[in-house]
C-alpha cells in the first residue's frame, strides 16, 4: 500500500458535494468525515451521524451545580449557622431557589465549554488540527480513509465525476496552523 | 440543500363544514345553556365571573395570535411563513372577541357582579380608602375607556395586518409585505406598554386593594403560552385533516420549542412574583397568596405548578417529543386546561372565595367560548387561501429544517 492515508475531495459548491456523498455511499465507499464552512441542513442524516451526547453532559453538569448550591445554603444557613431573616424559617425553600437555578446554569454552561475544548482538543497553547485549511473559508471537503478503501483511482473518479474543484492525496492525517 | 421540488396548491381554501362546524354550534349551545342556569339558579357572581374568565381568555388568544404574526414580522422570521395564516384568523377574530370582553365587563360591571372591590356606587360607599388618583384611576368612566381604547387599537392592527396579507396574495410584490413589518413595529411597542394595564384593569382589580407589579407580565406569559397552544392545536388538526401538506416535523418542532420555552417563562413570572411577596412578607401583599392556600385551593394551587411548569418540562424536554405531532398536540391541550385553571386561580379566590366551585357552569361555559371560538377562527380561516402563497418567505418556510 502506498503512503496515502486521506483522500479529501475539495468542493466549491454545496449542492454538489452533497451529490458527492450519494456517489461514494452508492459505491459502498466510507466516508471519514466532511468539513464545510458553513452548517448544511440534512446532512447529518445523509452521513448517518449519531445524535450528539452533549446533551448527557450538560445533564451531568447541571445536576451537579443543583447539588452543590442546595448543599452549600443547607450547610451555611440551616446547620452551621442559622439567622432569623425576616421571620420565615431557616430552611426556607423558596429563598434557595434562585441560586439553586443559577448554579445550575452557571455549572452548566461551564460544563458544555470543558466539554466542547475537550472534544476538540483545543487547549490552551495547542495548536489546532485540521485536515484542510481551507475547510473554513471557501471549500466544502469529504474526506476518505485511504486505508479502509481497495482503490483510490476509483474514488478520485467519483470525486471528479461528482465535481470536485481538487483532489489532495494527504500522507499526514492534519496540517496545523503553524 | 438545493430547492425543494413541492407541488403544493396554495390556493387551496378550508371549508367549515360538517363535524368541526356541528362540534362548535354544540359547544356554544351548552355554553348558553350553562349560563341560562347560572342565573336561573341564582349564582350570578360565579356566572359572570365565569364570563369573564373565558372572555378574557378568548381576546388572550385571538391577541397572541396577532402578537404572534407580528413578532415573525419584525423578526423577518421565515419558517413560520407557510402556517401564518392560521394566527392570522385568531387576530381577524380579534374584533369579535374584544366586543364579548367589553360587554361581559360592562355588564358585570354595572350590575355590580363584577369589580365590586371598588365599584361600589354609593350602596355601602366608603367601604374603599384609595387614594384620590387611584379613585379616579378605578372609576367606571375611565376603567371601561381604557379597556375599549387598548381592545380597539389591537383589533384595528389585526384587521389591518391580515388585510395586507390578503393584498399580498392579490397583488404580489413586497409592498405588502414592507408595510406589515412597519406595521407589526408600531403594534409590538403599543401592545407591549398597554397589555400589563390590560391585565392589571381587567383581573387585577377583581381584588382592588392588592397589587403586584408582575401581574401585567404574568398574564401575558400565560397570553402567549394558551395563543401558542391553540395556534399549535389549529395547525395539527389541520394537518391531521390532510390541509397544509407543506407543514412538517420541523414546523412542528418550531411550535414546540415556543409552547416549550414560554411555559417556563411563565413559571419563571409566576414565581418571581411570588418570591417577592414570599420575602418581603407584607400582609397586604400576602394576602393574595393566603387566600390561595387554603381550603379547596390548595390542591389547585399545586395543580396549576404541576401543569402549566411540570409537564410541558418533562414532556416536551426531549428534541423527538416536540417533533411527535401527537405528544405536541396532548401537552397543548393539557396547556390550554391548564391556563384556564391559572385563569381561574387568578379571578375566584379573591372574589366568590369559599363559594367557588366546579360544576355545570364552569365547564359550560368553558365548552360554549371553546365552540365560539372554534366557529370563529374556523370561518375566518375558510375566507382565505391556507397559505400566503406570494410572501417573499413562503419558500423558506417550505424548505424549513431543524
Redesign the interface.
Same mark, same amino acid.
Given at each position: 500500500m502506498s503512503k496515502i492515508k486521506y483522500i479529501l475531495g475539495l468542493f466549491d459548491d $454545496?449542492?454538489q458535494m452533497?451529490h458527492g456523498i450519494d456517489k461514494l455511499q452508492e459505491n459502498k465507499i466510507g466516508i471519514y468525515d466532511v468539513y464545510t464552512p458553513m452548517p448544511?441542513?440534512?446532512i447529518e442524516d445523509k452521513l448517518g451521524v449519531k445524535r450528539s451526547r452533549l446533551g448527557i453532559v450538560a445533564f451531568i453538569c447541571g445536576i451537579t451545580g443543583t447539588f452543590t448550591a442546595f448543599s452549600l445554603m443547607y450547610y451555611t444557613m440551616v446547620y452551621d449557622w442559622p439567622m432569623n431573616v425576616?421571620?420565615?424559617p431557616n430552611f426556607a425553600i423558596?429563598?434557595f431557589? $434562585?441560586i439553586t437555578f443559577e448554579l445550575t446554569v452557571l455549572f452548566c454552561a461551564l460544563g458544555m465549554v470543558a466539554a466542547f475544548f475537550f472534544r476538540n482538543h483545543l487547549f490552551p497553547g495547542r495548536a489546532p488540527r485540521v485536515m484542510e485549511l481551507r475547510a473554513t473559508t471557501d471549500r466544502f471537503v469529504i474526506a476518505i480513509d485511504a486505508n479502509a478503501i481497495a482503490d483510490s483511482t476509483q474514488v478520485d473518479n467519483l470525486l471528479k465525476e461528482a465535481g470536485a474543484v481538487e483532489i489532495k492525496h494527504n500522507e499526514r492525517k492534519y496540517v496545523s496552523y503553524e | 440543500m438545493g430547492a425543494h421540488h413541492h407541488s403544493y396548491n396554495f390556493s387551496e381554501q378550508f371549508s367549515f363544514s360538517g363535524k368541526a362546524k356541528s362540534l362548535s354550534l354544540i359547544g356554544i349551545v351548552i355554553g348558553v345553556l350553562a349560563i341560562a342556569y347560572g342565573f336561573v339558579t341564582g349564582a350570578t357572581e360565579r356566572t359572570f365571573l365565569n364570563l369573564l374568565l373565558m372572555s378574557y381568555y378568548f381576546a388572550c388568544v385571538c391577541a397572541a395570535g396577532l402578537f404572534f404574526c407580528a413578532v415573525q414580522f419584525v423578526a423577518q422570521a421565515g419558517w413560520s411563513t407557510s402556517l401564518l395564516r392560521v394566527p392570522q384568523a385568531f387576530s381577524k377574530v380579534l374584533p369579535f372577541a374584544s366586543i364579548i370582553l367589553v360587554i361581559v365587563v360592562t355588564a358585570g360591571l354595572f350590575s355590580h357582579n363584577l369589580y365590586n372591590s371598588w365599584n361600589h356606587h354609593g350602596e355601602g360607599g366608603g367601604a374603599h380608602h384609595f387614594s384620590p388618583s387611584k379613585e379616579f384611576y378605578l372609576s367606571p368612566a375611565f376603567f371601561l375607556l381604557r379597556l375599549v381604547v387598548f381592545l380597539a387599537a389591537y383589533s384595528f392592527f389585526g384587521w389591518f395586518l391580515s388585510k395586507l396579507s390578503v393584498n399580498e396574495d392579490i397583488h404580489g410584490g413586497l409592498k405588502s409585505y414592507e408595510k406589515s413589518i412597519k406595521y407589526s413595529t408600531i403594534f409590538l411597542v403599543i401592545f407591549g406598554f398597554t397589555t400589563p394595564i390590560w391585565a392589571f384593569d381587567t383581573i387585577m382589580s377583581l381584588e382592588a386593594h392588592w397589587f403586584s407589579t408582575m401581574f401585567g407580565w404574568y398574564n401575558f406569559a400565560a397570553m402567549w403560552v394558551s395563543g401558542m397552544a391553540a395556534i399549535s392545536i389549529v395547525v395539527i388538526l389541520l394537518k391531521k385533516a390532510g390541509h397544509m401538506p407543506w407543514i412538517r416535523d420541523s414546523h412542528i418542532h418550531n411550535l414546540g420549542l415556543f409552547v416549550f420555552a414560554f411555559s417556563i417563562f411563565w413559571t419563571y413570572i409566576w414565581f418571581a412574583q411570588f418570591l417577592l411577596i414570599y420575602y418581603a412578607n407584607m400582609p397586604e401583599e400576602t394576602v393574595y397568596f393566603y387566600k390561595r392556600w387554603e381550603g379547596f385551593y390548595l390542591p389547585l394551587f399545586w395543580l396549576n405548578l404541576i401543569i402549566n411548569f411540570m409537564s410541558p418540562v418533562l414532556i416536551l424536554m426531549s428534541r423527538d417529543a416536540k417533533r411527535k405531532v401527537n405528544v405536541l398536540l396532548g401537552v397543548s391541550i393539557l396547556l390550554i386546561c391548564g391556563h384556564w385553571l391559572d385563569y381561574y386561580m387568578m379571578i375566584m379566590p379573591g372574589t366568590i372565595g369559599e363559594n367557588a366551585g366546579f360544576g355545570i357552569i364552569e365547564i359550560g361555559v368553558f365548552l360554549g367560548f371553546a365552540g365560539l371560538f372554534t366557529f370563529s377562527v374556523l370561518s375566518s380561516l375558510s375566507k382565505a387561501p391556507l397559505a400566503p402563497k406570494n410572501h417573499p418567505f413562503m419558500e423558506e418556510s417550505l424548505n424549513h429544517q431543524i
Amino acid at each position: 500500500m502506498s503512503k496515502i492515508k486521506y483522500i479529501l475531495g475539495l468542493f466549491d459548491d $454545496p449542492d454538489q458535494m452533497m451529490h458527492g456523498i450519494d456517489k461514494l455511499q452508492e459505491n459502498k465507499i466510507g466516508i471519514y468525515d466532511v468539513y464545510t464552512p458553513m452548517p448544511i441542513h440534512g446532512i447529518e442524516d445523509k452521513l448517518g451521524v449519531k445524535r450528539s451526547r452533549l446533551g448527557i453532559v450538560a445533564f451531568i453538569c447541571g445536576i451537579t451545580g443543583t447539588f452543590t448550591a442546595f448543599s452549600l445554603m443547607y450547610y451555611t444557613m440551616v446547620y452551621d449557622w442559622p439567622m432569623n431573616v425576616g421571620g420565615k424559617p431557616n430552611f426556607a425553600i423558596p429563598n434557595f431557589i $434562585p441560586i439553586t437555578f443559577e448554579l445550575t446554569v452557571l455549572f452548566c454552561a461551564l460544563g458544555m465549554v470543558a466539554a466542547f475544548f475537550f472534544r476538540n482538543h483545543l487547549f490552551p497553547g495547542r495548536a489546532p488540527r485540521v485536515m484542510e485549511l481551507r475547510a473554513t473559508t471557501d471549500r466544502f471537503v469529504i474526506a476518505i480513509d485511504a486505508n479502509a478503501i481497495a482503490d483510490s483511482t476509483q474514488v478520485d473518479n467519483l470525486l471528479k465525476e461528482a465535481g470536485a474543484v481538487e483532489i489532495k492525496h494527504n500522507e499526514r492525517k492534519y496540517v496545523s496552523y503553524e | 440543500m438545493g430547492a425543494h421540488h413541492h407541488s403544493y396548491n396554495f390556493s387551496e381554501q378550508f371549508s367549515f363544514s360538517g363535524k368541526a362546524k356541528s362540534l362548535s354550534l354544540i359547544g356554544i349551545v351548552i355554553g348558553v345553556l350553562a349560563i341560562a342556569y347560572g342565573f336561573v339558579t341564582g349564582a350570578t357572581e360565579r356566572t359572570f365571573l365565569n364570563l369573564l374568565l373565558m372572555s378574557y381568555y378568548f381576546a388572550c388568544v385571538c391577541a397572541a395570535g396577532l402578537f404572534f404574526c407580528a413578532v415573525q414580522f419584525v423578526a423577518q422570521a421565515g419558517w413560520s411563513t407557510s402556517l401564518l395564516r392560521v394566527p392570522q384568523a385568531f387576530s381577524k377574530v380579534l374584533p369579535f372577541a374584544s366586543i364579548i370582553l367589553v360587554i361581559v365587563v360592562t355588564a358585570g360591571l354595572f350590575s355590580h357582579n363584577l369589580y365590586n372591590s371598588w365599584n361600589h356606587h354609593g350602596e355601602g360607599g366608603g367601604a374603599h380608602h384609595f387614594s384620590p388618583s387611584k379613585e379616579f384611576y378605578l372609576s367606571p368612566a375611565f376603567f371601561l375607556l381604557r379597556l375599549v381604547v387598548f381592545l380597539a387599537a389591537y383589533s384595528f392592527f389585526g384587521w389591518f395586518l391580515s388585510k395586507l396579507s390578503v393584498n399580498e396574495d392579490i397583488h404580489g410584490g413586497l409592498k405588502s409585505y414592507e408595510k406589515s413589518i412597519k406595521y407589526s413595529t408600531i403594534f409590538l411597542v403599543i401592545f407591549g406598554f398597554t397589555t400589563p394595564i390590560w391585565a392589571f384593569d381587567t383581573i387585577m382589580s377583581l381584588e382592588a386593594h392588592w397589587f403586584s407589579t408582575m401581574f401585567g407580565w404574568y398574564n401575558f406569559a400565560a397570553m402567549w403560552v394558551s395563543g401558542m397552544a391553540a395556534i399549535s392545536i389549529v395547525v395539527i388538526l389541520l394537518k391531521k385533516a390532510g390541509h397544509m401538506p407543506w407543514i412538517r416535523d420541523s414546523h412542528i418542532h418550531n411550535l414546540g420549542l415556543f409552547v416549550f420555552a414560554f411555559s417556563i417563562f411563565w413559571t419563571y413570572i409566576w414565581f418571581a412574583q411570588f418570591l417577592l411577596i414570599y420575602y418581603a412578607n407584607m400582609p397586604e401583599e400576602t394576602v393574595y397568596f393566603y387566600k390561595r392556600w387554603e381550603g379547596f385551593y390548595l390542591p389547585l394551587f399545586w395543580l396549576n405548578l404541576i401543569i402549566n411548569f411540570m409537564s410541558p418540562v418533562l414532556i416536551l424536554m426531549s428534541r423527538d417529543a416536540k417533533r411527535k405531532v401527537n405528544v405536541l398536540l396532548g401537552v397543548s391541550i393539557l396547556l390550554i386546561c391548564g391556563h384556564w385553571l391559572d385563569y381561574y386561580m387568578m379571578i375566584m379566590p379573591g372574589t366568590i372565595g369559599e363559594n367557588a366551585g366546579f360544576g355545570i357552569i364552569e365547564i359550560g361555559v368553558f365548552l360554549g367560548f371553546a365552540g365560539l371560538f372554534t366557529f370563529s377562527v374556523l370561518s375566518s380561516l375558510s375566507k382565505a387561501p391556507l397559505a400566503p402563497k406570494n410572501h417573499p418567505f413562503m419558500e423558506e418556510s417550505l424548505n424549513h429544517q431543524i
